[in-house]
Nanobody, 113 residues
Framework: QVQLVESGGGLVQAGGSMRLSCAGS??????IGWYRQAPGKQREFVAR???????SYQNSLRGRFTITRDYDKNTVYLQIDSLKPEDTAVYYC?????????WGQGTQVTVSS
């Protein structure tokens, strides 16, 4: 199984932007997804990218979220623009479909109004 580490979260004002990173060996050979879990809610799918970079998004998030790959850096990014308070959550990366044993610590994103 691939071990992934998320980074890049923090506190940001509504309307701002943030770029999250997901790094790990073997990531270039996997379809990767970003997921998030807001307080009191179930974890949900955000976006995914295939090995070749074909992307897909949760319909309600399309337009503000962009998932990209950097094959040289073995990293998958999640760019979030026009952040809203409801985007506050712990953001995780995992394979797509997700591997139960590969959930990491995630990275906290907090959006203030």
């Amino acid at each position: 199984q691939v071990q992934l580490v998320e980074s890049g979260g923090g506190l940001v004002q509504a309307g701002g932007s943030m770029r999250l990173s997901c790094a790990g060996s073997g990531i270039n050979n996997r379809a990767i997804g970003w997921y998030r879990q807001a307080p009191g809610k179930q974890r949900e799918f955000v976006a995914r990218t295939s090995i070749t970079g074909v992307t897909s998004y949760q319909n309600s998030l399309r337009g503000r979220f962009t998932i990209t790959r950097d094959y040289d850096k073995n990293t998958v990014y999640l760019q979030i623009d026009s952040l809203k308070p409801e985007d506050t959550a712990v953001y995780y990366c995992n394979t797509w479909p997700p591997n139960t044993n590969s959930w990491g610590q995630g990275t906290q994103v907090t959006v203030s109004s």
